[in-house]
């Protein structure tokens, strides 16, 4: 079993940037980011491979989000810049079955933590 803990939330102006961290307690697979908004179901947002090359991104953070990793240290990094009001929720990181990446199907989840934009 894989824990994961995110960290980097919190409240941001709009057109700001802010960096989640995703630290996992064991080895990750494809990690994956989702996040929820209130009253709106859970949508993708990101994922990224083992290897770190053929990240994916949902069209509405395409060019304003970038996904990283450290697999030294299991840890994931979701870098948001040019931040909307709609972009904010609880945001969640995930790992996959596989080091391979797809939108759906993922095995242990964190915690979340909040991603405010103010207008």
């Known amino acids: 079993q894989v824990r994961l803990v995110e960290s980097g939330g919190g409240l941001v102006q709009a057109v700001g940037s802010l960096r989640l961290t995703c630290a996992a307690s064991?080895?990750?697979?494809?990690m994956g980011w989702f996040r929820q908004g209130a009253g709106k179901e859970r949508e993708f947002v990101a994922s990224?491979?083992?290897?770190?090359?053929?990240?994916d991104y949902s069209d509405s953070v395409k060019g304003r989000f970038d996904s990283s990793r450290d697999n030294v240290e299991n840890t994931v990094y979701l870098q948001m810049n040019s931040l909307k009001p709609e972009d904010t929720a609880v945001y969640y990181c995930?790992?996959?079955?596989?080091?391979?990446?797809?939108?759906?199907?993922?095995?242990?989840w964190g915690q979340g933590t909040q991603v405010t934009v103010a207008s």
């Open positions: 064991g080895r990750p697979y494809c």
């Open positions: 990224i491979p083992w290897s770190g090359g053929g990240t």
């Open positions: 995930a790992v996959g079955h596989h080091d391979w990446c797809t939108r759906a199907s993922y095995a242990y």
